[in-house]
Every structure is written in structure tokens, then in C-alpha cells.
């Protein structure tokens, strides 16, 4: 029976132990803290192309804004680059408008003149011709052809003083004029005509004197101008080929420019316009300005020196955010997440706590790192996380040691 009552009271016992064990809650570990560094996002300042250093406007400290220039390389031989390819783009833009206005005026008016000259020297052959043929073969009527051929040559000589004293004074009122007015224009047209008149009546003049010298000369030799007669034929064709030459030139003048003309004449002017664009852009790359609003923590280069492109002329740091990077042992990982709030806390101002948020949890385990210290042993394997600290007042710097307690 006393066994009884001893084992009975054992169970009791073990009964009690466990109502009191569960009535205590459960031990909660601490709050998860982490120590590390400030840094600052550094931005670093390179060239482009190679260049002298013509200009340095910053010192290291100096506080920049985004865009601000900050180092000019020197730009003489690009300047030259600029102005050759924007002359070669005032040249194309400016035949495309010719191509386009055809066909101008004094372009036609010059072109009828040739068309007048072609047709006075075919008129002038032929009439050498005929009047050779007919000499041949009128022997008795000679003296009569040359008495007309030497008053037509007469009355073509009096043509051409009145062509030439109307195309003076074409001339000298166009002269008088207002430059580059419609009136200058139209009397300009007006010259251009009497032009080609003067030198039409001119080549009637030289075609009746061409026939009566023909006339003389049969008269004074008629078998060697039997040869001659049919040369004449030869050059009478050709000057009248020489005609539809002029003709058919004219037709095209005034009909205008072929859409293949105005399409190369455009594909010239987008060509001088990306060259002038890649110059301009060579240009401005000389020019270096600030990436980000910030400080300039470090300077490389000087006056005079030469920047080769890829190489840091200037850093500067973005202080407007902070990032701090603590390590977190691995066993406390799973207390951490992206976009988890961190006050954090810094010697300089120990009353003072400064909210982040938890930006970057590292994919690979490392060792603590010598330089920080945590309250984990140092031989535990830990993970890093990036918090990042907005500063709009400045007061954190790169390089001050802080402490985060994670937000639960």
C-alpha cells in the first residue's frame, strides 16, 4: 500500500512540473541588430574621346549638381570639324533648293539662247549650202545672187547694231535697278532675251556674209567650190543634229526636276546633317558635366594633362542617400527581408535615429569581416545587407561606423 502512495504522488509531481513549465511564455531572443559602415553611391567621371585638359571648374569637396560642368577638354580641332560639316550642309541644302525651283528663269532664258545660236548656225549652213547649189547649177544668174547675198549681209549688219544697242539698254536698266527686287528680276529676264536676240541676228549676219564670200568664191573659182558644196551639206546636218541637241535639253529644263534628282539631292542633305549631328556630338562629349547632384570626393586630373577616354578624371558622390552595410549571421537570416525597416543609429549623434530600409540581401554566405564588429563570433559565416539611409540634411557621412536594430 505505501507503494502506492509513492508512485501516486510521483505522477502528481511530474503533473505539477509540466502546468508550471507551460504557465511561463516561451523565451523570445533579442531584437536582431548589426553593425557596419556608411558609404556613399560614388559616380565616376570619365572622357569619351582623347583630349588636353583645357578646363578642371571643381576641387575635391566641392558640392555639384547634375548637369553642372565640371571639366572642359580643348575643342579647337573639333570646332573645325563642326564648321566644315555645317558649310557641307548649307551646300546640299542649297542645291536641293535649286533642284527643286527648276526651272528658273535665266536657266530657260539661257538655255533658248543656246537653242537660238544652235538654230542660227544650222540656218547658217544650210543657206551656205543652197547658195552653193544654186551657183552651180545657175552659172549665168551668179552676178544676180550676189548682189542679193551682199544686200541681205547689208541688212544683217543693220540687225545686229539695233540687237546690240536694244541689249545695252536692257542691260544698263537692269543695272539701275534695286538689287534683288521683282523689278531687278524681271529686267534681268529682259536682258537675258535681247541677249539671245543679239546673238541670233549675229549668226544670220555671219550666215549671209559665210554665203556671199560661197558666191564670191565659186565666181572666182567655180570647180573648188564644187567640193566645197558638199562639205557644206556635211556641216549643215550636223549643226541641225546640234539642234534637237539643244531643243531636247530644253524640253527637259522646262519639264522640271525628275523625282530621282530631288530624291539624290535629299540624300545628300540627311547625309551633311548626321555628319554635322556626329560632330556636334563629339563636341558636347568634350564637355564633361556631373552625372548626379552631389560631392566631388576625388580629382585626378589637372590643367593641361591628357584624358584618355575611359580613364577617372573625377568621383563624386551622390550624399543624398546613404547606404549602410551590415552582416547578418546566416541563423538569422530568415529575419530579414527586402523593404524591412532599420533604425539606425551613429556615434555622432548617439539621441539621434535615422530610418532605412533594407535595399540588397547578398545570394552568397561570406565570413565576418574583420573590420566589423558584431556580437556573433566571428567564425560564423554571415550574409550582407544593404540598408539605405536617406540624407537630406547631410549629416551622415561615408565612412562613419553605425549600428541597425531591424524593425520586427
Given amino acids: 500500500m505505501r507503494k502506492g502512495h509513492r508512485g501516486a504522488r510521483g505522477v502528481l509531481v511530474v503533473l505539477l512540473?509540466?502546468?508550471?513549465?507551460?504557465?511561463?511564455?516561451?523565451?523570445?531572443?533579442?531584437?536582431?541588430?548589426?553593425?557596419g559602415v556608411i558609404q556613399a553611391e560614388e559616380t565616376e567621371v570619365a572622357a569619351e574621346l582623347q583630349g588636353h585638359v583645357g578646363q578642371v571648374l571643381v576641387q575635391a569637396g566641392d558640392n555639384v549638381a547634375a548637369g553642372q560642368v565640371l571639366v572642359v577638354l580643348d575643342r579647337s580641332a573639333v570646332w573645325s570639324g563642326v564648321a566644315q560639316a555645317q558649310a557641307a550642309l548649307?551646300?546640299?541644302?542649297?542645291?536641293?533648293?535649286?533642284?527643286r525651283a527648276r526651272p528658273r528663269a535665266e536657266e530657260a532664258a539661257a538655255?533658248?539662247?543656246?537653242?537660238?545660236?544652235?538654230?542660227?548656225?544650222?540656218n547658217k549652213a544650210h543657206a551656205a549650202y543652197q547658195a552653193a547649189l544654186e551657183a552651180l547649177r545657175e552659172p549665168q544668174a551668179l552676178r544676180q545672187q550676189i548682189l542679193t547675198a551682199q544686200a541681205q549681209a547689208a541688212l544683217a549688219a543693220q540687225n545686229v547694231q539695233l540687237a546690240a544697242a536694244a541689249s545695252a539698254q536692257a542691260r544698263n536698266e537692269a543695272d539701275q535697278a534695286e538689287w534683288n527686287s521683282s523689278t531687278r528680276r524681271a529686267l534681268e529676264f529682259e536682258s537675258v532675251s535681247k541677249e539671245a536676240e543679239l546673238a541670233a541676228v549675229g549668226a544670220d549676219e555671219q550666215a549671209a556674209q559665210i554665203a556671199?564670200?560661197?558666191?564670191?568664191?565659186?565666181?572666182?573659182?567655180?570647180?573648188s567650190y564644187r567640193a566645197k558644196a558638199h562639205a557644206s551639206d556635211g556641216m549643215y546636218r550636223v549643226t541641225e543634229a546640234a539642234v534637237g541637241v539643244a531643243e531636247a535639253e530644253l524640253r527637259d529644263l522646262l519639264a522640271g526636276a525628275t523625282a530621282e534628282e530631288i530624291a539624290v539631292a535629299q540624300a545628300n542633305v540627311d547625309l551633311a546633317q548626321a555628319q554635322l549631328r556626329l560632330a556636334q556630338a563629339q563636341l558636347e562629349h568634350l564637355t564633361l558635366r556631373s552625372p548626379v547632384t552631389g560631392t566631388v570626393t576625388v580629382r585626378t586630373t589637372s590643367v593641361g594633362e591628357?584624358?584618355?577616354?575611359?580613364?577617372?578624371?573625377l568621383r563624386v558622390a551622390d550624399l543624398g542617400t546613404m547606404v549602410l552595410t551590415v552582416y547578418v549571421p546566416q541563423t538569422r537570416l530568415a529575419e530579414v527581408s527586402v523593404g524591412q525597416a532599420a533604425n539606425?543609429?551613429?556615434d555622432s549623434f548617439p539621441e539621434r535615429s535615422f530610418v532605412g530600409r533594407v535595399v540588397h540581401i547578398a545570394d552568397e554566405a561570406q565570413y565576418t569581416p574583420r573590420n566589423i564588429a558584431t556580437k556573433e563570433e566571428r567564425v560564423n559565416?554571415?550574409?550582407?545587407?544593404?540598408?539605405s539611409l536617406p540624407n537630406p540634411q547631410g549629416l551622415l557621412k561615408p565612412g562613419m561606423a553605425a549600428d541597425a536594430l531591424f524593425s520586427q
Avoid at 212 to 223: C, D, R, S, V
Avoid at 381 to 387: E, N, Q, S
Fill in 17 to 35: 512540473s509540466l502546468m508550471c513549465l507551460s504557465s511561463f511564455p516561451a523565451l523570445a531572443r533579442d531584437p536582431l541588430g548589426a553593425s
Fill in 90 to 99: 548649307d551646300t546640299a541644302q542649297a542645291d536641293l533648293e535649286l533642284v
Fill in 111 to 122: 538655255k533658248q539662247a543656246q537653242v537660238a545660236m544652235a538654230r542660227a548656225e544650222r
Fill in 212 to 223: 556671199l564670200q560661197h558666191l564670191q568664191g565659186i565666181e572666182k573659182n567655180p570647180l
Fill in 306 to 313: 591628357t584624358a584618355l577616354p575611359g580613364v577617372t578624371l
Fill in 344 to 346: 539606425v543609429t551613429v
Fill in 381 to 387: 559565416t554571415v550574409y550582407g545587407v544593404k540598408i
